[in-house]
């Protein structure tokens, strides 16, 4: 029997990581968006509600990060039915935690589910960067891959991408504060210069590099010595009040890393179980010191990615 309606959840991520900038990202499941496919009659996709704690979304498909990526799936596998989505937003607009991403990721494997043969994962994640450069004007992959594939990601190559799952100590948390204010993507790309020092690539590609291998030998000491992004951070940093006493805070209190999460405003720290709550907390305070109310999660980093929840 043909399923003829879905309901598809896809959890928020930190794109970077601090150290991968564009290509490196995790998971991170205490938030998320969901979106319910149906098939209708009528060709092509439709918006019919958006909903959650962002409502101010473009409702045309095209405009849309959902309907964009689930356009881009019809488009290729041309399954002789349209698509009508409903959004369901979890993830704050603007707040660095991979909302556009997850709403594209969740719209594509809500419509995939209505396929009679869905396609590969592999293929979602280029519909879903389809999606994705309508927000931010931009391919990056960096919040799609872990959003669809769950855990921390890196992925290589944008035409081809390769995709590998990197294994994370289990005894990580990661601890992430959401200041309310709104930053935008575009505008925090675009403060970027396009050169870079040389000295700083290498010490930045040492950084990821050691990052990786410190995750694969579960040495935390490594972790944290390589958890330094020296070429984005310093340039974005000013977009974030308070940037400099948020991240003091939670090295003081014993994090192994602290940088902006995404594009940002929100802000993330790796650390032990044992520190996690203290650093949630005295990262808040930060914010506070600066006039900015937040919202602070912690969350272990696994390796579960976006998933159908319901068919019909
Ligand atoms: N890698 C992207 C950036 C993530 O930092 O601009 C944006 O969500």
């Not at 602290?258 to 907390?281: H, K």
């Amino acid at each position: 029997m043909s399923v003829t309606s879905a309901t598809a959840f896809a959890p928020a991520s930190v794109g970077n990581v601090g150290i991968g900038f564009d290509i490196l990202g995790h998971t991170f499941p205490a938030l998320g968006d969901r979106v319910r496919a149906r098939r209708s009659a009528a060709a092509g996709v439709r918006i019919t509600a958006i909903g959650g704690v962002v409502r101010d979304l473009p409702l045309e498909a095209a405009q849309n990060t959902a309907g964009m990526a689930v356009q881009a799936l019809l488009e290729a596998v041309q399954p002789g039915f349209g698509v009508e989505l409903e959004i369901e937003k979890g993830i704050p607009l603007g707040s660095g935690l991979g909302g556009s991403a997850a709403s594209a990721v969740a719209g594509v494997v809500a419509a995939n589910a209505l396929l009679p043969e869905p396609r590969p994962a592999l293929e979602l994640l280029r519909y879903a960067m389809r999606g994705e450069a309508v927000a931010s004007g931009a391919v990056h992959v960096d919040n799609i891959a872990p959003s669809l594939f769950g855990g921390l990601v890196l992925t290589v190559g944008i035409d081809n991408p390769r995709i590998k799952q990197i294994p994370v100590p289990p005894m990580i948390r990661c601890v992430l504060v959401h200041p309310r204010m709104f930053l935008g993507t575009r505008e925090a790309r675009g403060i970027l210069n396009r050169s870079v020092d040389l000295a700083d690539v290498v010490w930045q590609t040492a950084n990821l590099a050691g990052f990786l291998a410190g995750c694969y030998t579960s040495d935390l000491a490594m972790i944290r010595d390589a958890f330094e992004d020296v070429m984005i951070e310093p340039q974005r940093a000013r977009l974030i009040p308070g940037f400099a006493e948020v991240k003091r805070a939670a090295m003081d209190r014993g994090a192994l890393g602290c940088s902006i999460s995404g594009a940002g405003p929100s802000v993330f720290a790796w650390c032990e179980e044992a520190q996690a709550s203290a650093i949630a907390a005295a990262m808040a305070q930060a914010f506070a010191g600066e006039g900015l109310e937040s919202d602070q999660w912690v969350a272990a980093i696994e390796a579960v990615g976006a998933r159908v929840e319901e068919t019909s």
